[in-house]
């Protein structure tokens, strides 16, 4: 009880952050249906039986928001204040990790040919 009790004191500040922001998932439950949702919604947009790839990639951003507006109806005014830095650095972000997946893809698909493609780029 003893360990338990310092490392949930260690932990605080940040433990029932859940309860801090109204319409946060508080429980694992929650959580799992707010990524159904997520999942349910692209596969109706899509038409695809399977998550599209695409959630690998901007998964953390389509989730996020999904959950901000159900949460709150944003203007134009709101989306006017964002920080344009802190916008490119996550589409910065966001395209480093794409083109990183296409050259996992491009080398799954006929690894010898990229790898004679990456060794003509080296010599």
Request: glycine residues 4%; contains cysteine.
């Amino acid at each position: 009880i003893t360990h338990f009790l310092k490392i949930t004191r260690s932990y605080w500040s940040g433990l029932f952050h859940c309860y801090d922001v109204e319409g946060l998932p508080r429980t694992n439950n929650d959580l799992e249906q707010a990524f159904g949702v997520l999942r349910h919604h692209q596969r109706r947009c899509t038409g695809r039986k399977v998550a599209a790839s695409s959630i690998v990639i901007r998964g953390t951003v389509q989730l996020a928001s999904a959950i901000a507006t159900a949460l709150h109806c944003f203007t134009a005014q709101d989306l006017a204040q964002v920080c344009v830095q802190n916008w490119q650095q996550l589409r910065s972000d966001l395209r480093q990790h794409q083109l990183h997946r296409i050259q996992q893809l491009r080398f799954r698909r006929n690894p010898e040919a990229f790898l004679d493609t990456l060794e003509k780029l080296l010599l």
